[in-house]
């Protein structure tokens, strides 16, 4: 008896203790990104903890995002019972009865109040983009440290997008990444009102979607020689019968994971499937789609072939045979309305000495070869059409004409946007300037290894204006948003894209979703020592933005300059020197002589960054 008392008091003990685990927070201020439309504070406190309860109205609990949003907060030991109707120290999920048409589809508010907290919508599509912004609302290590107490400030939020295109590219194609990490990517967008993935699924590289009509796709064009201990592009060749050791490609079921998975966060999944270049994998499985004469040995490529002469004939009736099959196993795959076709970076040298391609050109009466891949695309786009899809292509379609239904992702600069927006299609923005993540974020003598010649900083990132100037307001209307791409050459594992995405892809969320009149650079750049914290709490790779400060020059009288110092890294502070003079800790605008080099040095927490930078003052 006394050994039963002695397990009960145990028992009830434990209790005690579980019970009253974790941690008290008190949150005064919120890093939101992407910054809301509008959010105001309030002067009180709400406290959201273990006994909060959950509300739902209009929505039934077992809806997609319900469920989504319970798991989450279940995940982190909050597991608020349902209430039947409003009570005191509750969260209310609500979908309005009667739209409020500034919302629109994915747009939220939320209300915290001293007595609870209130998320409406019009949709559970902006049920969900609300409840992101409360996760944020959240201490940074939610993920990982159990709270039991969460006094939160009082606030109001209205939000809804500029965009409905916000979008990245993952390229899985040069390297290959499972359904885990492919995951991993979609809860990284989902939590910054991410919306559209594309999926680069075949290259030069490897082909990496199944298709049961053409088993060598799989069997011979998703594997390659393994290079991946030497530099992209200066690899040995493939040794006589070496073995093809390194590829992939995603089941049937695998990329039905990966959609569903994806619409639960409320993202679609968009595959691109190159046509007509791009098609080393392609060729080497079947080589009979090459053009007539052309006697080159195609293999999966395991480092650059450029130029990238692989190109499918575009006069051999069996090549729109064979695309017309592959799309066929492709649209059951992937619900989004749209299929990516590629079209760039098509050399044509094949075609022009392929009798069948000019046979082709001939009989349909085209000017050339540029119009022999418009006709091919504009074929495969009827196909599509019928089907119910629309094609999206790279700029380089409107080089030989274009359906009036086709959307253009403009890629090399803005004017193929601006081009295609003027003849009335859409438009998707992603300038390699600004949207290109595989270049370089900062000093390539501190970074891994990346695509060369450019640099696309952090602060790059943030000043894109996805609505290029000299568009009318009517044309401006074409442009559905804009993408951050990640090309993979350089990129050899999950854990280096995750580098190189953060934090730069937080900038192009805000850049995308965020009306213009409240983005601001610094407070971006303040937000982000919260984010980076959340992230890394997330097990995310986040990369080191640049350590090297900018200049902004306002010419003044008597040759002066008036130099104003900027930089990446929140917390930072800069020493520079005029001339060779002594240094100074950088406080504010400081007075040079036009043509002057100065000379800073970073550091932060003590520890000096990278290396001194060299600045010429010019009136710029």
């Known amino acids: 008896m006394r050994k039963i008392l002695y397990i009960a008091c145990l028992t009830i003990m434990g209790a005690i203790f579980f019970a009253g685990c974790g941690k008290n927070v008190v949150v005064e201020s919120y890093s939101i990104i992407p910054e809301p439309v509008l959010l105001t504070m309030g002067n009180e406190k709400f406290v959201f903890s273990t006994k909060t309860s959950c509300y739902v109205e209009n929505v039934g609990q077992n809806d997609p995002s319900i469920k989504y949003i319970l798991k989450t907060l279940r995940q982190w030991h909050f597991n608020p019972s349902l209430v039947g109707k409003p009570e005191e120290n509750c969260l209310q999920f609500v979908i309005n009865s009667t739209a409020n048409t500034e919302l629109g589809d994915e747009g939220y508010t939320i209300d915290i109040e001293k007595n609870g907290i209130t998320i409406k919508a019009n949709t559970e ?15 940074e290590d939610i993920s990982t440290v159990r709270y039991r107490k969460i006094e939160m400030q009082t606030c109001s939020v209205k939000d809804y997008p500029r965009f409905k295109w916000r979008g990245t590219l993952l390229d899985v194609s040069r390297h290959f990444f499972g359904v885990n990490q492919v995951k991993k990517h979609i809860d990284l967008m989902a939590s910054y009102k991410m919306n559209k993935l594309h999926m680069h699924l075949t290259d030069d590289h490897g082909w990496r979607v199944e298709i049961k009509k053409y088993p060598q796709l799989n069997d011979v064009g998703s594997w390659r020689v393994d290079r991946d201990n030497q530099p992209w592009g200066k690899a040995d060749p493939a040794g006589k019968g070496e073995p093809r050791s390194y590829g992939g490609y995603y089941s049937k079921s695998e990329i039905e994971e990966i959609v569903k998975y994806a619409a639960e966060r409320n993202i679609d999944v968009i595959p691109e499937i190159e046509i007509p270049g791009h098609c080393c994998a392609v060729l080497e499985a079947y080589p009979n789609f090459a053009c007539e004469g052309d006697d080159t040995t195609y293999t999966v490529q395991f480092g650059p072939y450029w130029p990238p002469r692989a190109i499918l004939c575009g006069g051999n009736d069996s090549v729109m045979t064979f695309l017309k099959d592959v799309l066929d196993e492709i649209i059951p795959l992937f619900p989004s309305e749209y299929i990516h076709i590629g079209g ?14 000019q046979a082709r050109i001939s009989s349909l009466g085209l000017k050339d070869e540029e119009e022999l891949q418009s006709w091919m695309i504009m074929e495969i786009e009827k196909y599509l059409n019928r089907l119910g899809k629309k094609i999206i292509g790279w700029d380089e379609i409107l080089d030989g004409g274009v359906s009036n239904e086709a959307t253009v992702m403009s890629w090399r600069g803005a004017e193929g946007g601006i081009a295609a927006a003027r003849r009335g299609n859409d438009v998707i923005m992603s300038p390699l300037e600004y949207c290109y993540l595989n270049f370089y974020q900062a000093n390539y003598q501190f970074q891994p290894p990346a695509m060369p010649n450019s640099l696309v900083t952090l602060y790059k990132v943030y000043g894109f204006n996805p609505v290029p100037d000299g568009l009318t307001d009517i044309q401006s209307k074409h442009i559905l948003g804009g993408q951050a791409n990640l090309w993979t050459e350089y990129i050899n594992n999950y854990e280096t894209a995750e580098y190189m995405l953060l934090p730069r892809l937080c900038a192009m969320a805000e850049v995308l979703w965020s009306p213009l009149n409240v983005k601001d650079w610094h407070h971006f750049r303040n937000k982000m020592v919260s984010h980076r914290k959340r992230l890394e709490a997330c ?16 010419k003044l009288d008597g040759g002066k300059v008036k130099v104003t110092l900027d930089w990446e890294v929140e917390g930072m502070r800069v020493y520079y020197s005029v001339g060779g003079s002594a240094y100074k800790l950088y406080n504010g605008p400081f007075e040079a002589t036009e043509g002057t080099t100065i000379t800073t040095v970073s550091f932060l927490g003590g520890i000096m960054k990278e290396k001194p930078y060299e600045l010429k003052i010019e009136n710029k």
């Open 125 to 139: 599509k902006g049920l969900f983009y609300g409840f992101q912004t409360f996760v944020q609302m959240l201490p």
């Open 539 to 554: 097990e995310y790779h986040v990369g080191a933005s640049s350590y090297k400060p900018w200049a902004v020059s306002e």
């Open 344 to 357: 760039d970076e098509a050399v044509k040298d094949n075609w022009k000495r392929c009798p069948r391609c």
